[in-house]
DNA sequence: AAACCCAAAAGTGTCGACACTATTTTATTT
DNA sequence: AAATAAAATAGTGTCGACACTTTTGGGTTT
């Protein structure tokens, strides 16, 4: 029984509701929409989506999976509670993965694809030239930096692991503790060394400068953490 | 507020149905019961394991989560099909955050793991001179090892990665292949060195031979697809 | 007033039914 | 007979309802 007044066949972006319930979810949480640490209740999050609990509890299934929220059985699902030691933990993987991913972008990167990222890291030196202190673009520049560099790995489970797992824990960590570190030169400095290696298809240099670079932004935010807390 | 009459609150028996189907479907499905690259059909499914559609959608979604089964909207799930690309990836993976465990273990591991550790390797040493051949054993010891340094990294995010999601694919391939790698003997003497480095906490060192370990049991896969393939 | 017990309310887990989409089968046209 | 179109079938996506568990609130006892 097709309804023949719905043209609307055009759009074959049968995205499924679940589908955007997660992401809408997702970005709520990663940006603190939803208080970290706080309960879900599903009937209330299902009448303020306007959707059934069937859909919800899937989509919070899939948070569940990221890490994103937690669950037990018969109490109902919390946000995640951010840690010092959590987001160290996170940086100990990211080293791992990373590293690994910046070998492997040594390998496997089209010509193309590094001339793109040459372009791409050119753009960042004159922004942080122009407009000294605006953090916002450099905190996306970074991370489309990493992202490329994981893309070029080509190796889907890094993708994966990384992209949709790790990264989304990241950004709630930036969020929602606005760490804003005045090491964007020093950044992009690391950033160019790591490039040359790729660009000299020299795996183990990759792989050892992106981990440098993981642990030299980790310093940074244990400094930051350390000053925090100093001035409690 | 104890209640000093109800002693079994120990055992919170109330796993739920979502759970135990997951923990079947993951077994079905690492041990080829349900054959890899096969459709899922929710029906036939939920008649088989006499339960409602919703549980088994949640289920599935966990399964798809970790990686095990595909899902297209409105096409339905697909157990993933294996290949050999995918098995190196995977070996790629385990590489890094393998290494990066066997690092934090070398620091974190309590004094007590690390001679529980050793008893293990020790049985295990004594076990392969007594049935030369029997490598299920030594599988199962293998699995069991790299499990316990993991878990030594002290590192949640970590364990996490590797045990809930990375080895469940490996078991599979396991599984479906049938690797059976005439190697025990090498990789015993290679877990000993490994846990002499933890033994010094030299983390730097145990990162090493832990690489160089997997790396070893990668190029046993890689000669045995060769083999295979030079059968053909 | 604090501790305990019990009933009411709210919340989660599970189910069956309906709506819409994809596939297969049947019917029609050339 | 092959190709196309239409109808029937099967499958997935979404929903509302019921069962069981946990929490809440009030009333009783010490």
Redesign the interface.
Known sequence: MQNHITPQKTAPL???LT?RLFDSLQRAIVEGEIASGSKISEPELARQYRVSR?SL??AI??LE???LVERK??LGARVVTLSYE?LI??F??R???E??AAR?AAQNMSDQEISELQTLLTEHGQQIEEQQGQAYFQKQGDLDFHYRIVQGSK????I??LCN??YHLLRMYRYQFGMRSKRSQQAYNEHHFLLNAIVARDAEMAELLMRQHIRSSQRNVEGVFLNLNSEL
Chains 1, 2 share one sequence.
């Open positions: 049968s995205i499924t589908d069937g509890r899937e299934g899939r999976a990221r890490k059985p018969n959590q933990e996170i100990q993987v080293e791992a993965l590293g690994m492997l190796n889907r489970q890094l994966g692991l797992d790790l």
